[in-house]
C-alpha cells in the first residue's frame, strides 16, 4: 500500500506518518467505532468465533450511538470518538457518516483550539474507502470552511497497516 502524498488545505498541513499514535504529540486524538462501540484497535472478525456470545451480549447492553457522530472524551490529549461504522448495516460504513464526523471533528478542532491533531485514515480499516479518497474528503472539507487554529493533521497508520508492513 502506497502513502499518500501529504497535502495543504488552507492554514492545515496534512501530514501521513508511520509512527505510533501514542507517541505523537498532538492537542487531541481521533479514533474510529462503530454505533455498538465494540470495534477494538484490530479487527473485529478475527476473535468474533471464539467470543461471538460475549460480542453479541455487548451489543445487546449497549446504546446504539449514532452514525456520523463524535463523542467527545476529556483526557489529554483530547479524544475524539467517531462513530462512522454500524455493523448492522450493509455497507459497514457510509460516506456521508465519514463526511459528518469530519465536519463535526472539525467544528470540535475550532471550539477547544486544537492546533494538531491526529487521526487514522478514517472509513479505510472496514469500510470500502482508500486513503487517497480519505485524503481528498478531508481535504474538501478543510477547504469548505478555513481553521483558525488548527495547523496540523497527522494521518497515522492503524495498527493492521503496521503489522502488514512489518512495523510492529
Known amino acids: 500500500m502506497s502513502t499518500p502524498l501529504d497535502r495543504i488545505a488552507g492554514n492545515t498541513i496534512i501530514q501521513f ?7 505523537l504529540k498532538t492537542d487531541a486524538i481521533v479514533e474510529e467505532q462503530d454505533t455498538n462501540m465494540v470495534l477494538g484497535k484490530s479487527h473485529v472478525v478475527m476473535n468474533t468465533i471464539e467470543s461471538f456470545p460475549a460480542l453479541v451480549k455487548k451489543m445487546e447492553q449497549q446504546t446504539r450511538e449514532i452514525p456520523g457522530s463524535v463523542i467527545i472524551k476529556s483526557s489529554k490529549p483530547k479524544r475524539f470518538i467517531a462513530v462512522i461504522y454500524d455493523v448492522d448495516h450493509d455497507p459497514i460504513c457510509e460516506r456521508v457518516w465519514l463526511e459528518t464526523a469530519l465536519e463535526t471533528i472539525l467544528a470540535d478542532c475550532d471550539q477547544y483550539k486544537i492546533k494538531t491533531l491526529a487521526m487514522p485514515a478514517m472509513g479505510t480499516s472496514y469500510g470500502k474507502i482508500d486513503e487517497d479518497e480519505f485524503a481528498e474528503l478531508l481535504q474538501n472539507t478543510l477547504m469548505n470552511k478555513r481553521r483558525k487554529d488548527l495547523k496540523k493533521i497527522l494521518i497515522y497508520k492503524t495498527i ?7 512495523k510492529t
Open 17 to 23: 506518518t508511520d509512527v505510533d499514535p501514542a507517541l
Open 160 to 166: 493492521d497497516d503496521l503489522s502488514l508492513n512489518g
